[in-house]
């Protein structure tokens, strides 16, 4: 059997090949895509984007005629499975991390990623967790500042910035993040680059997030004074709620079978100004 499938409300910086999977879609209207799917395509795509929510909603996904029962669930299973295989965190023996470390850490592949998209710079990373960005960063060839205010999670990414060899590059500062930017931007090298992964919540709210749910980036926002920031934020976030001109969104997907169609985490740019 065949299916009309409709998809509604994915932001124009999500990359919407990727998410919707095997087609051929057309977008009929921004941010709206249509395809002739069979059930078992229709199915996974319902299961992929369950409960998934982009840039502060939900997308809306129907289907004519309905998928039957059977076919969701199955496809729900094997979503369920396959989302296990997921881009590894730290790959290196040794890595040292508290719970927080572990469940907050960006994944080394992609923070490299990250990293590599700036000439290098000194990068400030504000509440730096066990390293993984910060780490990253280094790797590119950036001076970083990791700032940390948890003296514990700070030795643990001292510890694991060893193990990656480069911890020369990387000055560690035991400090509230906010204090640190207010007391020291005035003197920062220009450009410098100001990074905030903010605590999400285990509990982050998969529908829709705004800037209200992340107080440290808000408040680094708030004493940035005209210095590029670049922030990770939660997949369902509202660039909407972030009241900064010129600002940037980019959706950064996963590299393993298991979330290589999911989006992992958004970048936000605030550029220089
Ligand atoms: C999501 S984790 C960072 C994870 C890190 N990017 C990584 O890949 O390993 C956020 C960190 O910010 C720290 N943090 C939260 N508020 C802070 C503040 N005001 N000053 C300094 N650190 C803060 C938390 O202790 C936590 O370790």
Redesign the pocket.
Known sequence: MMHAVVVEGMPPWAPAAALLGPGPWRETAPGRFEAMLSTPAAAALGAALRGQGLGGRLPSVEMAPPVPRAAVRAARLADARARRDTTP?FTRPGVRLDD??RY????EAL?LDLARAWPPREVW????????????FARAGHRVVA????AG?LAD?RHNARVYGVAASIRFVE??????VTEHLARAPDPVLL??????GVAWNRTRTTLADL??LA?VLAARNGRALLA?VPPSFDPASVPVAGLTSRAVLGLAPGDARRVKFVVLEAPAG
């Open positions: 965190g927080e470390g907050s850490w960006t994944p923070a990373d504000l509440g730096c967790g066990a390293g993984g960005n910060a780490i990253g700032v940390e205010r948890d999670r990414a400090a509230d993040a906010v204090a640190y990074f905030v992964d903010p605590p999400w107080p440290l408040a990770k």
